[in-house]
């Protein structure tokens, strides 16, 4: 029997929504209601220094007056900690981690003469093989060498794509020198708990995927479908969000904030209402990604 279709919109409380994390939210719920599926909201706030106080309540009312309900309660990345701490145990049990005591300046400067050798575009390796008298900062997983290095995978908006963690990354960071989270792995660790067998988020978390299977592999965890869509640029090209500028959605004519995000995705209908235009723009999204 098939898997019941499980998605979700995950937005960082860095601000309140705008016009770019609405077309993701609002792709996402179409996608799920065109399945006929769960659709879950989950606050990923982990990154402390980031998150703006009370924003968080702020994205909540938002979706809820743009008619974008979540089927289940919210959940915040902040109260499962202990969660990432488990997969952190298992992935060292297995020999995939090891401790880094490398600064930022310590790595760009390897990184100099590395590439020179044509070795890695990304983090060389340092600490691989041990400390070398530093102290430990943070916790890095060991990415495959040679062939099994590449990770590929059909994304349904964009097509094959692949990445060699070795040569374009190199073994990444999981827990942070600050003591903080990574989002690759909590974010592999929350899909996995949440039963998501579908992820619809934005192009700029592209390059994000391949590590994310990669964990995946490691933990025994089942792998998603994964679909991209195109993320919203400003006037002069730059992604949309709150550093470049991106102002809050004005939720009190909800009808026109939809309309932007729908239009971005390829979703426009002439209904009056809010109810009307998502049955309207969920048959839309059907006729062009159901079967993708």
Known sequence: MPQRYRGRFAPSPTGPLHL???????????????????????????????????????????LEALGLHPDEPPVWQSRRESRYADALRRLDAAGSLYPCGCSRKEIAD???????????????????????????????????????????????WQGQQCQNLETELGD?????????????????????????????????????????????????????S????????????EKLSKQSGALALDTAAPLDPLRQAGAHLGIVNGEGSVAAWLAAATEQWAEQWLDR
């Open 20 to 62: 770019g994390s609405l077309v993701t939210a609002l792709a996402s719920w179409l996608d799920a209601r065109a399945h006929g599926g769960d659709w879950l909201v989950r606050i990923e706030d982990i990154d402390y220094p980031r998150c703006v106080r009370d924003a968080d309540t702020g994205i909540l009312r938002t």
């Open 110 to 156: 390897s990184l100099i003469h590395v590439r020179e050798r044509h070795q890695t575009l990304g983090y060389p390796g340092t600490c691989r093989n041990g400390l070398h008298g530093k102290l430990p900062r943070a916790w890095r997983v060991r990415v495959p060498d040679g062939p099994a290095a590449t990770i590929c995978f059909d994304d349904r």
């Open 172 to 224: 990444f960071v999981l827990r942070r020198a600050d003591g903080l989270w990574a989002y690759q792995l909590a974010v592999v660790v929350d899909d996995a708990e949440q039963g998501i067998t579908h992820i619809v988020r934005g192009a700029d978390l592209l390059d994000s995927t391949p590590r994310q299977i990669h964990l995946q592999h490691l933990l025994g965890l089942p792998m998603p």
């Open 226 to 237: 994964y679909l991209h869509v195109p993320v919203v640029v400003n006037a002069v090209g």
